[in-house]
T-cell receptor, first 114, second 109 residues
Framework: SQTIHQWPATLVQPVGSPLSLECTVE??????LYWYRQAAGRGLQLLFYSVGIGQISSEVPQNLSASRPQDRQFILSSKKLLLSDSGFYLCAWKRDGFESEKLFFGSGTQLSVL | GQNIDQPTEMTATEGAIVQINCTYQTSGFNGLFWYQQHAGEAPTFLSY??LDGLEEKGRFSSFLSRSKGYSYLLLKELQMKDSASYLCAAMDSNYQLIWGAGTKLIIKP
């Protein structure tokens, strides 16, 4: 069976510090991978998605970047965090080639930038 | 533009029935999803509709009318554990999901 791991679960960082959130998927190959941010009272905002190693599409220009160094690993990074980067970050995957299939989400990271 | 509307919050009584509505406007349409999200947790898949009509899964049912850009999630025999946010998401012609802000459902004994 497939599983998705996301860490850390919570993170408190000062403004201007770097960020690295990691997500890995097990039990499948060549998944489509996604990073979302969820702000209170707002819908999920797609930040990045990837259809393969080294292939990253950015949906929203911002202070964040993403990388996919391995097939089942997706990393969200920032060099200098802003207050506005606070939120609940979710990694998700779905099977490649099944465009209308459901997403499977990781457990999320609550990021507080102070 | 693309948009999803759903109520912010609803309250219902344990054992009762509740209907959560969702209206959408997207560029093309490739289906509508409902997810359940407990506070501080990941969303989990509930249902997917791409054709008009009602899909039933145990206590939960989901309805779609493509001509009206409208869907609802029907929860029967409500239990306290159903207290959660319910997210509506429509898939556009590029297979991108457009998400609503979610409906927080409060169940009272």
């Amino acid at each position: 069976s497939q599983t998705i791991h996301q860490w850390p679960a919570t993170l408190v960082q000062p403004v201007g510090s770097p960020l690295s959130l990691e997500c890995t998927v097990e039990g499948t190959s060549n998944p489509n991978l996604y990073w979302y941010r969820q702000a209170a009272g707002r819908g999920l905002q797609l930040l990045f998605y990837s259809v393969g190693i080294g292939q990253i599409s950015s949906e929203v220009p911002q202070n964040l970047s993403a990388s996919r160094p391995q097939d089942r690993q997706f990393i969200l990074s920032s060099k200098k965090l802003l207050l506005s980067d606070s939120g609940f970050y979710l990694c998700a995957w779905k099977r490649d080639g099944f465009e209308s299939e459901k997403l499977f989400f990781g457990s999320g990271t609550q990021l507080s930038v102070l | 533009g693309q948009n999803i509307d759903q109520p912010t919050e609803m309250t219902a009584t344990e054992g009762a029935i509740v209907q959560i509505n969702c209206t959408y406007q997207t560029s093309g349409f490739n289906g509508l999803f409902w997810y359940q999200q407990h506070a501080g947790e990941a969303p989990t898949f509930l249902s997917y509709n791409v054709l008009d009509g009602l899909e039933e899964k145990g206590r939960f049912s989901s309805f779609l009318s493509r001509s009206k850009g409208y869907s609802y999630l029907l929860l029967k025999e409500l239990q306290m554990k159903d207290s959660a946010s319910y997210l509506c998401a429509a898939m556009d012609s590029n297979y991108q999901l457009i998400w609503g802000a979610g409906t927080k459902l409060i169940i009272k004994p």
